[in-house]
């Protein structure tokens, strides 16, 4: 909120005396200034940016490009019909097939979606939810058959199902059952694949459903809470998964107030993983994380300005300390980027990673008056939440009781106001606003993205087994209905019989049954 | 007086982007109207039944996923089937505007971006007029 912003800053809003032990060095506990003590210095931020759409073999000539660009790191981008796990010829789906994002049924399109490129040698991100767990036994069960060793994949599955009950409102299961899924992931990577994050923590969504700051900030950590806590139920040992769980924020279009939201984050999580769950390794006290630029603060009036507002966003991200980044395309108000788009939001990153001089200097806003004070602020603000979330439950029971959802719908209605009333100034929109907007070229999907996906869905249950199909599927369900044992092995058996997401969610369904939210306004 | 307008929104379609219409259902609440909204991932088949049983003069829905063109046909037949000319169908989204126009030949109403003034969108629900179509 930029209202409680100070006009200046004095060393009076510094911590006195208590410098270099409230704040730290980089690399140091308890992070502000940091994960790493040379930073940038040492290894850049990782360029990755979210990509899919239409069917597994367009998605995979998108990435052989950027690949061919020069980003580092691969993240995709399924449709809603994925997302919700539904298979392309559900009738529920009619429309939005490969729209949003490269649609995935089974095996066969994550093998296509990968072909050309090896899982062992590449960092993948995959922005799933509700069924995260599915789609992760695909792209095992495909790396399997490429004769990667699970050893050696990195890469992070967003698997963070408590911020769709709070914002982006993509869930499929109660939250209970969604939050055994989660930790089954979590033991099983722990197990097996020591290199992949198993939660992507994320306050994006948070903040693009119209939170403020200190909200996003709050609610993540809270929801990280709740992750290691459920973790620690299963039995499992703290220093062994939470060196593996990451975050995943927004950077919007406060500045300052961003930065010091990153600082804030990392010391919460270092603190009380250290001193509230007695975690002992220095990795576990680690906060990493990914960050967006917002796609919210995106304007469809004089798109190429988006481009400006990207740049500084990123800024912002990098010299908050982000591990990787994706920069928005300037046209995602209008429709899915163009090649052209994209290409401009790479750029923006490589000249801020190689012209700017930004990584020459780690956190050079360490110190700073008005940063640090931001980020004790930002840290109260956090606290505050954290207490009424206890008070009121924990974070499911207080998403059963609205809470989240009703504070940020709150915040969303204010924002709003303020840009009708002209105390906030978005260029093109309420001010310096054209008679005339200017045409840009847009990526069109036609409709005959469906039949396509449709036909090589039909294709695979042609050629399966219907025995081994069923065989998966009766294994699914017993798994699913005892809650000790983890589904991990019986979905990548299902995987490799090339039973479909459709038919492995339906399946779940009945045994965990589905949820509803009603809406609030 | 006259009687006040009844509006049914909804979410088609499988996404959860509902901060756009949360804002608009209450800004049209507040300009005292009376709103019935659905919520996500209503089917048009869902939506046109809920205006019937409402006795709802306008249906207004956001769609931000691109299916826009399926769900606004899907709508305006099930409407056409039915014999029904009084229900306004409007909403917003992410919908370029060749399909805007295609659309507003189809007999959809005015479709507003992102970005539109919660003014003209409340001001344009509320003047309107059945036979203004």
Redesign the interface.
């Known amino acids: 909120m930029r209202n409680s912003l100070k006009e200046c800053y004095t060393p009076s809003g510094l911590p006195t005396g208590h410098y270099y032990k409230k704040v730290g060095k980089p690399g140091e506990y308890p992070f502000t200034r940091g994960v790493h003590r040379r930073m940038y210095l040492r290894k850049p931020w990782t360029i990755r940016e979210f990509a899919g759409f239409g069917t597994a073999e367009e998605t995979n000539k998108r990435f052989k490009l950027l690949l061919k660009e020069g980003q580092m790191g691969l993240s995709v981008a399924f449709d809603?019909?994925t997302?919700?796990g539904?298979d392309s010829d559900s009738p529920?789906?009619?429309?939005?097939v490969g729209?949003?994002g490269v649609a995935i049924d089974s095996l066969k399109d994550m093998e296509d979606l990968f072909k050309g490129i090896a899982l062992d040698k590449i960092s993948t991100s995959m922005t799933i939810n509700g069924p995260a767990i599915v789609i992760f036994a695909f792209y095992l069960a495909c790396a399997e058959k490429q004769k990667a060793s699970f050893r050696c994949l990195s890469g992070t599955l967003q698997n963070d199902i408590l911020k769709?009950y709070i914002a982006?409102?993509?869930w499929i299961f109660p939250p209970r059952p969604s939050l055994r899924l989660v930790v089954d992931v979590i033991e099983y990577c722990t197990e097996r694949l020591p290199l992949w994050n198993t939660v992507s923590i994320s306050g994006y969504h948070i903040r693009?459903?119209?939170s403020t700051a200190a909200q996003e900030l709050a609610f993540t950590l809270a929801n990280g809470f709740t992750y290691v806590e459920e973790s620690l139920k299963r039995g499992l040992s703290i220093d062994r998964f939470a060196p593996r769980l990451s975050f995943f924020f927004n950077s919007h279009l406060d500045f300052f107030e961003e930065i010091a939201k990153f600082r804030a984050a990392r010391r919460i999580w270092a603190k009380t993983m250290r001193y509230h769950y007695g975690a002992q390794r220095k990795r576990s006290w680690l906060l990493r994380f990914h960050t967006q630029t917002a796609g919210?603060t995106l304007?469809?009036?004089q798109p190429e300005n988006n481009i400006v507002r990207t740049a500084y966003e990123a800024l912002a991200a990098v010299l908050g300390g982000t591990q990787s980044l994706h920069t928005n395309s300037m046209d995602e108000?209008?429709?899915?980027p163009t090649e052209k788009a994209v290409q401009i939001a790479l750029r923006t990153q490589q000249i801020l990673m190689h012209e700017i001089g930004v990584t020459n200097i780690v956190d050079p806003l360490g110190g700073s008056y008005a940063v640090e004070a931001i980020t004790d602020r930002l840290e109260k603000e956090a606290e505050t939440y954290f207490h009424h979330i206890r008070k009121i439950g924990g974070v499911v029971s207080a998403i059963e009781k609205g809470f989240f959802q009703k504070e940020i719908?709150k915040a969303?209605?204010r924002y709003?106001f303020e840009i009708?009333q002209k105390e906030r100034i978005?260029v093109g929109?309420?001010d310096y606003v054209l008679e005339k907007e200017p045409k840009i070229p847009?990526l069109k999907?036609g409709p005959e993205i469906e039949r396509k996906q449709v036909g090589r869905l039909q294709k695979v249950r042609r050629f399966r087994s219907p025995k081994k199909v069923k065989r998966s599927l009766d294994r699914i369900r017993q798994a699913a209905a005892t809650d000790s044992q983890n589904l991990m092995e019986s979905l990548i058996e299902a995987a490799q019989a090339y039973v479909t997401l459709g038919e492995i969610i339906d399946e779940l369904k009945s045994v965990f049954g589905e949820y509803r939210?009603?809406?609030?306004? | 007086m006259k009687k006040n307008k009844k509006i049914i929104l909804a979410k088609p379609g499988l996404d959860g982007h509902d901060r756009g219409i949360q804002i608009i259902a209450s800004a049209l609440k507040e300009a005292h109207m009376e709103v019935v909204y659905l919520g996500l991932r209503q089917t048009p088949e869902m939506i046109v039944e809920a205006a019937l049983k409402h006795r709802a003069d306008v249906i207004a829905i956001s769609v931000l996923t691109g299916s826009h063109m399926t769900v606004f046909r899907k709508i305006m037949k099930l409407l056409e089937v039915k014999g029904i000319k009084h229900i306004l169908v409007t909403g917003g989204g992410i919908i370029p505007e060749e399909d805007q126009k295609e659309l507003s030949r189809i007999g959809v109403g005015k479709l507003f971006n992102p970005g539109a003034a919660l003014d003209e969108i409340v001001s344009y629900i509320k003047n309107w007029e059945p036979l203004s179509r």
């Open positions: 809603m019909p997302l919700m539904f529920r789906v009619e429309g939005e729209r949003c769709e982006q409102r993509e693009e459903a119209g919210c304007t469809r009036q108000q209008l429709a899915l719908a969303a209605k709003q009708e978005i929109v309420n847009l999907i939210q009603k809406p609030i306004f």
